[in-house]
């Protein structure tokens, strides 16, 4: 398994590359399995965001709510999709479903803000960028909706194919593929002559407790849009019949399409059936096998990350869509033992739209065998194995230290511009970085040293890395620890409890405090909080940084709750959302031992939250009860209904 901030960069590098530069580093199924193996490995306290279809540096607009991916199931795992149709949540079935196609284009969600149309597009999940430039079409119409409606953004085939043969006809240069055409065109600054061809394919109503059935009549009767294509099916075996048939259907049609999606028509399913932070568990995506290509295996490289050595396919170079790859990711020795690779194997190379392929399956047998290396390919210290990943354990690994200090300076942590792995390796060349905390406190003669270097560029990155340290809230500093499984999500949670460095400096030294208490912190990041490693970095980076506390503002009657909101409310969820964390309180999206007040329209719901609630002995509300809260009309908890 590839090293985990290793391969938190590697996907966001891949979203950057296929969103923003129409230029995919990743083929599609490597970049799902990446990040399938990610959650599997580390769980999803890290991986806090979806893929974008934007740059972000640009983004403006704050999504009320969280706009996530589906889970996926392969085409043939028919076991996999009786588990999403088996589920249940207390008495309520994910059967019936709608069978929705799952239009192959950009994401993008329209709001109604001061009566007029503002389309966003997904960015992060949590903050979008507004489109500047609408297709006439949408921009002139009425779009009524109090709701936000999500679509998807497309170029029919025939008006893609049409577009590229007018490319061509003028000398420009051909489109990728279709998903990035259309991404290129909708958030172009300057109109594109193309804009007009792009359709909005709507299917879902964020933030509403309505069926799957209400919410297609909604998007009808409130937008101009194009309706998805939708069917209805009641049982388990018309849905197993009815997906891949579909699928074979839609996909001969003229919107391009990468799948079918099943989704509960169950009244509010977001909310009973929740999510797992990556995903929502009231929907999943039909996906087909992908086309291969056979290939000899000749050698692996083993390459170090911040902690672990990651091994690298290298074989026969195959033609995939016009690119030449010869390279793949197989992670580790596991995958290595479980696909039963061996050097002169043929192998099966999924075939896509983009460029580095993914090591399918053996299609006969090499003959070497590939063995593990005893020793760190960059300092020859000794390797410990461990549940078939293989570790650098020298603290001193020069490569590990280039790639905690590259991770250091990353835009999630600190920041630093202008900070690359070459300069990383000059500095480590130059005996001028032995830790990653080393970078902190280079000046400008220490770069102007360095061959490449000028007086303003030196000038440049020493005053980049003085401007990292300041303003560095409490969550990255967390980060800016490098050590490895503690990320800015952990730290974002640690931020939530502990307002300073010294609250949380003290909850460190004490050996009894647990932090497993905490939502979205388990007892294995409880260990490393708590670990020798961390709680010396964490003494050591604040002799460079004085990190602040997240800022928030105390609630008018004194105190802080976190809330849970569900069911079908008089007024969109956002308004209760912005009402709650204006007092300085905060939404979550389960009920738990930490919930305090679950919101719903009736106190005396008998929703399966509501239930779940009491039973934990949490207070279920009304919305006039949330109003006296949060004035603080009532400085104790309402009884329990």
Wanted: proline fraction near 5%; include cysteine; charge should be negative.
């Amino acid at each position: 398994m590839m090293e985990k901030e290793e391969l938190l960069k590697l996907i966001r590098r891949a979203d950057k590359a296929y969103y923003e530069d129409s230029a995919p580093i990743l083929s599609d199924a490597e970049y799902d399995v990446l990040r399938r193996q990610f959650i599997d490995t580390y769980g999803t306290a890290e991986l806090d965001y979806v893929p974008t279809d934007v740059a972000m540096s640009d983004a403006d607009f704050v999504h009320p709510y969280e706009v996530i991916s589906l889970g996926k199931v392969k085409a043939g795992d028919e076991a996999a999709m009786r588990a999403w149709l088996e589920k249940t949540e207390g008495t309520v079935t994910f059967l019936p479903v709608h069978l929705q196609k799952k239009e192959d284009g950009c994401t993008v969600v329209s709001y109604k803000i001061d009566g007029r149309l503002l389309v966003v597009t997904r960015g992060d999940g949590k903050l979008g960028k507004v489109l500047s430039n609408l297709p006439a079409r949408y921009a002139s119409a009425p779009f009524t909706a109090d709701f936000p409606i999500r679509s998807e953004a497309i170029f029919t085939k025939s008006d893609y194919e049409a577009i590229q043969q007018e490319r061509e006809a003028a000398g420009l240069e051909p489109f990728k593929n279709i998903r990035n055409a259309v991404s290129g065109v909708i958030q172009s600054k300057e109109k594109s002559p193309y804009l007009d061809r792009v359709t909005f394919v709507a299917y879902d109503v964020l933030g509403s407790p309505m069926t799957v059935t209400e919410k297609n009549a909604y998007i009808k009767e409130h937008t101009n849009y194009t309706p998805v294509t939708d069917v209805y099916c009641e049982t388990e075996a018309e849905v197993l019949e009815a997906v891949p048939r579909l699928f074979a259907k839609w996909d001969k049609e003229d919107h391009p399409i990468d799948g079918v999606v099943v989704k509960s028509d169950a009244r509010d399913a977001l909310s009973v059936f929740g999510t797992t932070g990556h995903h929502p568990l009231h929907s999943f995506a039909y996906k087909a096998e992908q086309e291969g290509f056979a290939t000899v295996l000749r050698s692996i490289e083993w390459q170090v990350g911040r902690e672990k050595i990651t091994a690298v396919a290298h074989f026969d170079p195959v033609e995939i869509d016009g690119t030449t790859v010869a390279r793949a990711s197989v992670a580790n020795m596991g995958i290595i033992r479980d696909k039963g690779l061996s050097l002169g194997a043929k192998i099966l190379v999924i075939k896509s739209n983009q460029i580095i392929p993914f090591v399918e399956r053996v299609l006969e047998p090499g003959d070497t065998p590939i063995a593990a290396p005893t020793h760190c390919p960059s300092c020859g210290q000794p390797l410990v194995e461990e549940n078939d990943v293989l570790f650098c354990v020298n603290e001193k690994c020069r490569a590990r230290l280039i790639q905690n200090a590259d991770y250091l300076g990353s835009k999630k942590v600190l920041n630093i511009k202008g900070l690359s792995e070459s300069t990383l390796e000059k500095l480590v060349a130059a005996d001028k970085l032995r830790i990653p905390f080393d970078i902190l406190k280079l000046k400008a003669e220490d770069f102007l040293a360095l061959e490449g270097f000028k007086e303003k560029s030196a000038q440049n990155l020493a005053a980049s890395i003085e401007g990292s340290k300041q303003g560095v809230e409490l969550s990255r500093f967390v980060a800016a620890c490098c050590i490895p499984h503690i990320g800015a999500s952990v730290g974002e949670i640690l931020a939530e409890s502990f307002p300073t460095w010294e609250a949380l400096n003290a909850a460190l030294a004490d050996e009894t405090h647990d932090f497993s208490t905490l939502e979205g912190i388990g007892e294995v990041t409880n260990g490393l909080l708590h670990s020798e490693a961390f709680r010396q970095a964490f003494a050591e980076l604040h002799a460079y940084i004085e990190p602040v506390g997240k800022a928030s503002t105390p609630s008018a009657g004194g105190a802080s709750y976190t809330f849970v909101i569900t069911g079908k409310l008089s007024k969109p969820r956002s308004h209760y959302e912005a009402l709650i964390k204006a007092a300085g309180s905060k939404v979550t999206g389960s009920v738990s031992k930490n919930t305090d007040y679950l919101l719903c329209e009736d106190e005396n719901s008998e929703s399966t939250k509501a239930k779940k609630a009491r039973a934990l002995g949490i207070t279920v509300i009304s919305e006039d009860q949330l109003e006296a809260i949060l004035s603080g009309a009532k400085q104790e908890k309402p009884p329990v209904s």
